[in-house]
């Protein structure tokens, strides 16, 4: 029985990171337990690589498209290695046959009476080419503020709108379609609200997929990337998909948009959509301007790709947004692996060696111990099929304690030096079913931390493969007596907070620092004069601009945007002014009341997300960095110039 899952395909217009990691470590995960399930499970991943964006990276970057995407691409392949994931197919949007299928996708719902040629009239940005949906003519835009102009484009449009009742009609007769129910609910209002067709065509872009006999338009990215679940196993008999793992956001293409075109070309549907949450830095959002992304490759190097594994899954309620920080993972590591199961592992195996010169006794069979055991192998593939990844491994150290206090219990070390005739028995059987206990969790942890579960394995000189366990035959009693254990060494050596998060940041930066020589982006130089292209000028010049201290009344989040901030700041007139900033992904709100900035007064009013902004804040910022406010050290009155 086939298992086929996927992963999105990401962007190449940004380098891995723990996020992308976190998807598809879970990908890998499902798919090394559905293979323990005895399914024949194949898993898809790749890059998303068209578009606007990726064009002006490359460019950017100083490379061609195609090259900026072999290098990116590559970089996200590398990662995924390194993580030791088990990747069938790395798809990118880029390859020949995935191209055929998307326009044959195309060809399939044009016949199919759900493709008609429109125009599109709405406001673009010729500076950052983009629509702006919510824009009026004469609106700037909401990234860049210049104007935007009306423009009306020739495109394919999807019948999206033929599809409300029948997706309605999915969600109903298919409850488990999408996951988890919140999302699901989401999708349910967000389809019953009315849907709008769809344009999937472009013409003001190069770098896409061309429609065959319809030069110059090509795929809109999404029509073209959501393909690729299909285009990467064209040919195996795999579709429809068993499962689509997603992130929260991008929910809405995979529940509407793909089911629709899929009916509108006569195709099967994927089976689920399982859409987990955000994993946050310190409880915040990773982002470039904030400069808080994790990568993982530090954490891999100083700490072993199974230990990130392991926090992902057990500290993160899969479905929810959960948080990384350096030293929860430490933390976990340390309670959970080093102590519980790496401790329990060297503990036994090292009294089976001292004991019984390395032999695994004959034994009784101690009940509560091998009960509770077959309960933890179904309440882990219970648990597991239902994406509650951190209830299953919950059980898994239930079992862990149980056993270590059963061996505190028995105390083999007293055992051992007893005359009486039923202590030696009662030793091995102690023995016995330490170790027996041991290998039921190896075998069950196998999905989750794959390194250490083949070490362990190994240890225990397991004649059979780990990977060739199947739940199905994971029964107690599987150890043998008489087998002869392997050499011991410690799994999970404790590690020390400080060092090991010193030497992670450490990493990051160099990491940081290769991926952005990758994407092109040069390290800033430090300015020793007026950077080139920008003229001296002289004091009459700059005193045109008026710049004022003002101190900040009121903030809010401008509704819609994640980087703008709207803001009431007293510069010493009658009334405040207006400002809207796009600093809103470096400070709060609470931040931002009461703080002395610097004002550019005079500047020509611009209307932003609808509110005119009239003045400028001052800030620094490096690169793409976040940015910082200017500000003062000393008192000074409000409205005092700057000259
Ligand atoms: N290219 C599209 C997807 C097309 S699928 C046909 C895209 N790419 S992306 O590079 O932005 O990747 C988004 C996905 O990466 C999320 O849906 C999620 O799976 C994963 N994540 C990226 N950052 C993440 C977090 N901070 N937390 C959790 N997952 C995140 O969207």
């Not at 955000?278 to 982002?287: A, C, I, R």
């Not at 430490?330 to 080093?338: E, F, H, K, T, V």
């Not at 059979?464 to 050499?487: C, H, M, S, T, Y």
Request: proline share 5%.
């Amino acid at each position: 029985m086939k298992y086929y899952l996927t992963t999105p395909i990401y962007y190449v217009n940004a380098a891995p990171h723990i996020g992308h990691a976190y998807t598809t470590i879970v990908a890998d995960l499902l798919r090394r337990f559905r293979r323990m399930q005895g399914y024949e499970a194949v898993l898809t991943t790749g890059s998303d690589e068209h578009g606007v964006n990726v064009e002006r990276a490359a460019e950017r970057a100083g490379k061609t498209p195609r090259e900026f995407c072999d290098a990116i691409a590559g970089e996200f392949e590398r990662q995924w290695r390194l993580l030791g994931l088990q990747i069938d197919h790395f798809q990118r949007t880029t390859s020949p046959q995935h191209a055929r299928v998307v326009q044959d996708l195309f060809e399939r719902c044009r016949k199919n009476g759900y493709v008609y040629k429109g125009s599109y009239t709405g406001q673009y940005c010729i500076f950052d080419n983009l629509y702006v949906n919510e824009a009026k003519p004469g609106d700037p835009c909401p990234d860049c503020g210049r104007p935007t102009e009306t423009i009306t484009e020739e495109n394919f449009f999807f019948k999206l709108s033929a599809f409300q009742e029948k997706l309605l009609d999915l969600y109903e007769r298919q409850p488990d379609f999408i996951q988890p129910e919140t999302r699901r609910n989401e999708v349910i209002s967000f389809v019953k609200a009315g849907l709008t067709d769809l344009s999937i065509t472009r013409t003001n872009i190069k770098w896409g997929i061309p429609v065959v006999g319809e030069a110059p338009h090509v795929f809109y990215v999404w029509f073209d990337a959501l393909t690729t679940y299909m285009s990467a196993v064209e040919g195996e008999n795999l579709w429809p998909a068993d499962l689509h793992l997603i992130g929260k956001e991008i929910v809405r293409f995979h529940a509407v948009y793909w089911p629709a075109f899929l009916m509108a070309a006569g195709l099967d549907l994927p089976k689920r959509i399982f859409a987990h949450g955000w994993l946050l830095f310190e409880n915040d959002k990773m982002s470039k301007s904030r400069g808080n992304i994790v990568r993982s490759e530090p954490i891999r190097q100083v700490m072993g790709a199974d230990a990130l594994r392991y926090f992902l899954l057990r500290e993160v309620v899969f479905g929810q947004d959960g948080s990384f920080s350096y030293d929860a993972l430490i933390g976990r590591y340390n309670s959970d692996l080093a102590n519980g199961l790496g401790n329990l592992a060297s503990r036994t195996l090292t009294m089976i060696s001292q004991y019984r010169q390395g032999v695994i006794p004959e034994a009784d069979r101690h009940e509560a111990v091998a009960s509770l055991a077959e309960q933890t192998i179904a309440a882990l593939v219970t648990s597991f099929e239902a994406f509650e990844f951190s209830k299953g491994l919950e059980a898994v150290w239930v079992l862990i304690s149980a056993v270590d206090k059963f061996i505190v219990e028995m105390a083999p070390w007293k055992l051992v030096r007893q005359s009486d005739a039923s202590a030696p028995r009662q030793l091995g059987s102690a023995l016995y079913t330490a170790a027996e206990a041991l290998r039921i969790v190896t075998a069950l942890l196998a999905p989750v931390l794959p390194e250490s579960s083949r070490k362990i394995w190994a240890q225990l000189s397991m004649p059979e493969p780990i990977d060739a366990v199947r739940f199905d035959n994971l029964k107690w009693g599987g150890l043998q007596p008489g087998q002869k254990i392997g050499e011991i060494k410690g799994v999970f050596p404790r590690i020390e907070l400080k060092p090991a998060v010193d030497k992670m940041r450490e990493l990051e930066l160099q990491v940081t620092a290769e991926q952005q020589v990758l994407l092109g982006k040069k390290p800033e130089p430090a300015p020793a004069e007026a950077p080139a292209g920008i003229a001296k000028i002289g004091i009459e010049d700059f005193l045109k601009a008026d710049l004022r201290v003002g101190r900040v009344l009121w903030a809010e989040n401008v509704k819609g945007s994640d980087k703008l901030m709207h803001m009431k700041v007293d510069i010493g007139e009658a009334e405040p002014r207006t400002i809207v900033a796009g600093i809103a992904e470096a400070y709060r709100v609470a931040d931002l009341v009461n703080r002395l900035v610097v004002i550019v007064a005079n500047l020509q009013p611009r209307k932003l997300k609808g509110i005119e902004s009239n003045g400028m804040i001052v800030a620094a910022s490096v690169n793409d960095g976040k940015p910082v406010l200017a500000g003062f050290h000393e008192d000074i009155p409000v409205g005092a110039r700057l000259k």
